[in-house]
């Protein structure tokens, strides 16, 4: 029997603590733990994307990441990513105006993913958009909706939406 390990991780800005097998992914810690259940599992091996989570700001992958990697750090999901719950940023509203999603599986690791992009470069062109999702597979929506909306929120944050 393996021994569990307590861990704290904040996740989208609450402390949550819960002993856990070592073994546990911290996208099965967000699902199954925590009832997180935005965070999608599509690949579980890294190649999809949609499982896309921030761990201090930068984008990982929750099917490769242990939980307990997570301990002591922050983590954010798409429940997290809106000004308050219930509430769509800037982001969200220009795929909702660009109908940049349709399934939506793919949708919470493209919101995350770009999130990371617009925080590190307010004022990306469209090669830098369509480059940083290339680690997210969408089947549905041929990514011109996503690049549009990511290009338009990024316009609107410049003008201070
Ligand atoms: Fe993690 Fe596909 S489920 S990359
Ligand atoms: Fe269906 Fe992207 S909207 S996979």
Redesign the pocket.
């Known amino acids: 029997m393996t021994t569990k390990r307590l861990i704290t991780v904040t996740v989208n800005g609450e402390t949550r603590s819960a002993e856990i097998e070592p073994r546990l992914t911290l996208a099965d810690f967000l699902r199954h733990t925590l009832d997180l259940t935005g965070t999608h599992v599509g690949c579980e091996h890294g190649v999809c994307g949609a499982c896309t989570v921030l761990i201090d700001g930068r984008s990982a992958r929750s099917c490769l990441t242990f939980a307990v990697q997570a301990d002591g750090h922050a983590v954010t999901t798409i429940e997290g990513l809106g000004p308050e719950p219930g509430a769509l940023g800037v982001l969200q509203e220009a795929f909702q105006r660009h109908h940049a999603?349709?399934?939506?599986?793919?949708?919470p690791g493209m919101l995350t993913t770009l999130t990371e992009l617009l925080n590190d470069n307010p004022q990306p062109t469209e090669d830098d958009v369509r480059e940083v999702i290339t680690g997210n597979l969408?089947?549905?929506?041929g990514y011109a909706g996503i690049v549009a909306a990511a290009l338009d929120a990024a316009r609107r944050i410049q003008e201070g939406a």
């Open positions: 999603l349709q399934c939506g599986f793919c949708t969408c089947r549905c929506t």
